[in-house]
């Protein structure tokens, strides 16, 4: 019998993406088509182009966290090409289809184990790029809230009172910043893993967790910046602000487990966007498609066609391996049938026939 933990998940993401989804058109139901694709279409190209350059930074920041994670495996012989491809491929897959029900460890397994890494070592690998991405949302978030801990107002109403208090706010991104100095701190001084009833905490070597810290943020500055160039700058409320709404928005469409994010992360970005007119809200809906063109959609149909090409060059050579047979195969050893009454004599006789 399967654990009702494979069942429940997707349950869960199939009522996420049901409940938002609702939500989601109610606030969409009297938004025209065609004033979204003019509010698209009114994007200046040179911001179309950073949003573009953006999505390259976080997909190469995103491809630094499977080099990080083999340089602390102590993995040396496999090219940046092919981490970034095998990077790319495992996160633009995940993205779209949702982290609970594809993680990227089945494509990370096919590539990385070919390459001659053990299944050990991929879980592993898996597990520090996951905790990278997770680093860098606590980084982040912690920044934002204590530069600016005014954010969280912009849900009020949509949030308990206490929750969206500045002060509450302070308290939330000072504590978040010290899971990061703590983390820091235990890297520099080797200290022993923590450990947290389930959850463990194990301090990687001082150059591994510098490199966290720089790649983690990189790329969700770049994702966040897909976002920023694609608001138009009379209704831009700075960076700061939006990286902050897309961290939220984000990491709820994560937790939610819905493929994709689908209506969470649509929901959460326009609410706390506050908008006041119709113009606005076109111009944010175009925004948010915008990202997912660029972020999900995409990468994702390259990603496929990655796969595939993948695929069948493995088949091919497996196929071309079996084909590749010796051009003369010598006779079959002899072999003298083995009784009770051992006869040497009679072997004799027998090689002598064969041999005629």
């Known amino acids: 019998m399967k654990k009702l933990s494979e069942f429940l998940w997707p349950l869960i993401g199939l009522a996420a993406v049901v409940i938002s989804g609702y939500f989601l058109y109610q606030e969409l139901k009297t938004t025209s088509l065609?004033?979204?694709?003019?509010?698209?279409?009114?994007?200046?190209?040179?911001?179309?182009?950073?949003?573009?350059?953006?999505?390259?930074?976080?997909?190469?920041?995103?491809?630094?966290?499977?080099?990080?994670?083999?340089?602390?495996?102590g993995v040396k012989n496999i090219s940046w090409f092919f981490v970034s491809v095998c990077s790319f491929t495992t996160y633009a897959l995940s993205h779209n289809i949702g982290a609970s029900v594809f993680s990227g460890a089945l494509v990370r397994y096919r590539a990385y184990t070919a390459k001659g890494l053990s299944a050990a070592q991929v879980a592993?690998?898996?597990?520090?790029?996951?905790?990278?991405?997770?680093l860098g949302t606590v980084l982040l978030g912690g920044f934002v809230l204590v530069v600016d801990p005014n954010l969280l107002s912009r849900l009020e109403g949509k949030l308990p009172g206490f929750l969206t208090d500045p002060k509450?706010?302070?308290?939330?991104?000072?504590?978040l910043l010290a899971f990061v100095a703590l983390y820091v701190v235990g890297s520099i001084l080797h200290l022993r893993p923590l450990t947290i009833r389930s959850f463990k905490l194990e301090y990687p070597r001082p150059a591994i967790m510098g490199r966290q810290l720089i790649a983690a943020p990189l790329e969700l500055l770049g994702?966040?910046?897909?976002?920023?160039?694609?608001?138009?700058?009379?209704?831009?409320?700075?960076?700061?602000?939006?990286?902050?709404?897309?961290?939220?928005?984000?990491?709820?469409?994560?937790?939610?487990?819905?493929?994709?994010?689908?209506?969470?992360?649509e929901i959460v970005f326009i609410t706390a966007m506050q908008i006041t007119d119709a113009a606005q809200k076109d111009a944010?809906?175009?925004?948010?498609?915008?990202?997912?063109?660029?972020?999900?959609w995409i990468p994702a149909v390259i990603s496929v066609i990655v796969?595939?090409?993948?695929?069948?060059?493995?088949?091919?050579?497996?196929?071309?391996?079996?084909?590749?047979?010796?051009?003369?195969?010598?006779?079959?050893?002899?072999?003298?049938?083995?009784?009770?009454?051992?006869?040497?004599?009679?072997?004799?006789?027998?090689?002598?026939?064969?041999?005629?």
Not at 168 to 175: D, E, K, R
């Open 168 to 175: 509450t706010a302070l308290v939330v991104g000072i504590g």
């Open 284 to 296: 944010i809906i175009a925004a948010v498609i915008v990202f997912r063109i660029f972020y999900f």
């Open 124 to 134: 592993v690998l898996v597990a520090l790029c996951s905790f990278t991405f997770f």
């Open 34 to 73: 065609s004033a979204v694709w003019a509010a698209i279409v009114a994007i200046p190209p040179h911001r179309i182009a950073l949003a573009a350059l953006s999505t390259l930074v976080a997909y190469a920041a995103l491809a630094w966290y499977d080099r990080i994670a083999l340089m602390h495996l």
């Open 223 to 265: 994702a966040a910046g897909i976002l920023y160039f694609a608001l138009p700058e009379a209704m831009n409320p700075g960076f700061i602000p939006v990286l902050a709404i897309f961290l939220a928005s984000f990491s709820l469409a994560l937790a939610s487990h819905a493929p994709g994010g689908l209506g969470v992360f």
């Open 307 to 356: 796969v595939l090409l993948y695929e069948r060059s493995r088949l091919a050579s497996a196929i071309g391996g079996r084909a590749q047979v010796p051009a003369s195969v010598p006779d079959a050893p002899v072999v003298a049938p083995v009784s009770e009454h051992f006869d040497p004599h009679r072997i004799e006789e027998r090689l002598e026939e064969k041999a005629t």
